[in-house]
RNA sequence: CGGGGUGUGGCGCAGUUGAUAGCGCGUCCGGUUUGGGACCGGAAGGUCGUAGGUUUGAGUCCUAUCACCCCGACCA
C-alpha cells in the first residue's frame, strides 16, 4: 500500500478527551476513530490489525474442531425469559429497542440463548453430540462507564465459542483443551511471557472456577496474586484460603499485580439448555441434559490491549504477527524507481509493505512511520548507492543491505 | 448510577471588569528546501456543545439540557 493513496493521516496531538494510552495512539496514528464514549470505528490499519487477530483466533479455534457461525445482533426477548436474563434489574447492560408494532427486542450482549435456541433444530440424539460452535463478531453492552479506550466499549468484538457435550467428563476435555487453544492464542499474539490462566468466580450456577485470562499491564483493571514459577493466578475476588487449598495455590508463592482480562472459560454446566428445554436422547433412549461451556476471547481488547503493552515513547510497537503491515518502506530523496523495485521485489515474497512514497521530509516519514508502528524499516535513499538501510522497530542499529541480503533476511 | 471536571476552526489551546473571536499545528496557493516532524510569502476555515434567559450589547453572567473525561460502584 502506498502511504500518499491512505486516507488517514498521522497526528501529533492526541484529542484531550481521549487519556487511554491505547486510544490516544490508535488515533494519532489513525488504526481506529472515536465514534463516541465507547465505539471505535477501525480504519484501514486498524481494521488489518483486527483482521490479523481474528486470524489467529480463527486457526486456532478450527484446530480443536470449532465449527464458525454467526449468530444475530437481535434478539428476541422470549429466549431470555426463559433463564431469566431479560429483566434489566437481572441485567442491567442490555440495549434494547422495539419493533414498528412495539415488540421488543433485545441487541445481543451474548449468544448463549440464541445459540442454544438452535441447537433445538438439529440436537436430539447422542450421535450429534459433542460439537463446538464460535463466531467473531460484534457485542453491544450498555455499560455505565466506557473507559480505557479499546479495552472497555459499549460495541466491542469478541469471539464466543460455545460446546455442548453429553457429559460432564466430555465437556472437561473440551474445556481444557480450549484453554491450551487459548495459552497458543496468547502465545501467537506476542502476550504469552504476560498472559495468565487466572482462576475466577464461576458463576452462580457451578461450584468450579472459571478460567480467565489475564494480561499483566499497569492499566489493567483487575487484581489478581500471580504464582510465576507456575504460570497461574487466581482472581483477588476469590482469593480465600479456602479456595487457595482447593487450587492447590501456595498464598506465599503469590505476587499481586494488575491484570487485563482478554478472555475467559465458563463451565455452564446444563443451565442454558435445560433452561430452554433442549435435552438429548441416550443410547439408552433415555432423556439427557446437554452440559455446555462458553469461551471468550475479546478482539478488540486485544489490540487495545497490544497497542498499550509495546508502545514506546515514539508510538505503536506491533508484534510480528497482528502488524498491519510489516515493512515501513521509506522513500528519501529521488528514488522512486528503486523504491518501487524494493516494494514490488518484498510483494512478490509475500512480505506487506506500507511504502511511505509522500513528498514529504525524511523527518516526517520517519516520525510516522514509528508512530504507526510497524515491526520492519526499510529506507531508500540517493545515499546508499543502490543499497537500503534496514532496522528494526524495537532496535537502535541500522544495517545497509543489499535488497537481495534484504529479502532473505525478511523472507523466512 | 454517586462524586469531580471539561465543551471555542480538523487537532491542541488562549480569550482580562460583558463591547464585531485569537495563537500553534494541520489544510490550500506560490517559492526555497530534502537523512529526524524545514523556511519565506499569501489564503481558506469558527452562528464559541445546544436551548432559553438577563443586558443597549453575552464566548464571558443565569437556568435547563446534551456530550465527553476522571474517581467510585458494576461488568469481556
Redesign the pocket.
Known amino acids: 500500500m502506498k502511504q500518499s493513496q491512505l486516507f488517514t ?12 494510552r491505547n486510544a490516544q495512539l490508535l488515533i494519532r496514528a489513525g488504526y481506529v476513530h ?1 465514534e ?3 465505539v471505535y470505528a477501525y480504519l484501514p490499519l486498524g481494521l488489518r490489525v483486527i483482521e490479523n487477530i481474528k486470524q489467529i483466533v480463527r486457526e486456532e479455534m478450527n484446530a480443536i474442531g470449532g465449527q464458525e457461525l454467526a449468530m444475530t445482533t437481535l434478539q428476541p426477548k422470549e429466549i431470555w425469559e426463559k433463564t431469566d436474563r431479560w429483566d434489566d434489574a437481572k441485567v ?2 442490555w440495549f434494547k429497542t422495539k419493533l414498528a408494532n412495539g415488540t421488543e427486542l433485545g441487541v445481543g450482549f451474548t449468544h448463549e440463548e440464541p445459540i442454544v435456541d438452535v441447537l433445538r433444530d438439529y440436537v436430539s440424539s447422542y450421535k450429534d453430540l459433542p460439537f463446538s460452535v464460535y463466531q467473531i463478531g460484534p ?1 453491544f ?1 450498555n ?6 479506550g479499546l ?4 460495541e ?1 468484538l ?1 469471539k464466543d465459542m460455545y460446546s455442548f457435550a453429553k457429559t460432564q467428563q466430555e465437556h472437561e476435555k473440551i474445556y481444557e483443551g480450549t484453554v491450551q487453544a487459548y495459552h497458543k492464542i496468547y502465545e501467537r499474539l506476542g502476550l504469552g511471557d504476560f498472559t495468565y490462566r487466572t482462576y475466577a468466580d464461576g458463576g452462580i450456577f457451578t461450584d468450579k472456577f472459571s478460567d ?1 485470562f489475564q494480561t499483566l499491564s499497569d492499566v489493567g ?2 487484581t489478581i496474586y500471580v504464582d510465576e514459577t507456575r504460570k497461574i493466578a487466581i482472581n483477588k475476588e476469590i482469593m480465600t484460603d479456602e479456595n487457595l487449598e482447593k487450587l492447590g495455590l501456595d498464598k506465599n508463592a503469590l505476587v499481586e499485580k494488575r491484570g487485563v ?2 478472555g ?1 472459560t465458563f463451565h455452564l454446566e446444563s443451565k442454558y439448555t435445560d433452561a430452554l428445554d433442549v435435552y438429548f436422547t441416550d443410547d439408552q433412549g433415555q432423556k439427557q441434559s446437554i452440559i455446555s461451556g462458553c469461551y ?1 476471547i ?1 478482539i ?2 486485544l489490540m487495545g490491549v497490544i497497542a498499550e503493552q509495546f508502545a514506546d515513547e ?1 508510538g505503536l510497537v506491533w508484534p510480528e504477527n497482528i502488524t498491519p503491515f510489516k515493512v515501513y518502506l521509506v522513500q ?2 529521488d528514488t522512486v524507481k528503486q523504491a518501487r523495485a524494493v516494494y514490488k521485489a518484498l510483494q512478490e515474497k509475500g512480505i506487506t509493505v506500507l511504502w511511505d512514497d509522500r ?6 516519514k ?3 512511520g ?2 504507526i508502528g510497524l515491526p520492519h524499516r526499510v ?1 531508500v ?4 548507492d543502490g543499497q537500503v ?1 534496514y532496522s528494526s522497530r524495537t532496535g537502535n542499529e ?1 544495517e545497509v543491505l543489499t535488497v537481495e541480503a534484504l529479502l532473505a533476511k525478511l523472507g523466512n
Do not use: Q
Open positions: 493521516k498521522t497526528r501529533k496531538n492526541a484529542p484531550a478527551d481521549e487519556v487511554a472515536k463516541m464514549a465507547g442491567d447492560n457485542k453492552r455499560e455505565l462507564r466506557a473507559k480505557s479495552l472497555r466499549g459499549r466491542f469478541m480467565e483493571e483487575d482480562e482478554v475467559n471468550g475479546g478488540s481488547r515514539k528519501i530523496g513528498d514529504v521530509r525524511p523527518g516526517e520517519f516520525a510516522d514509528e508512530l529506507v535513499s540517493e545515499k546508499l538501510e541500522k
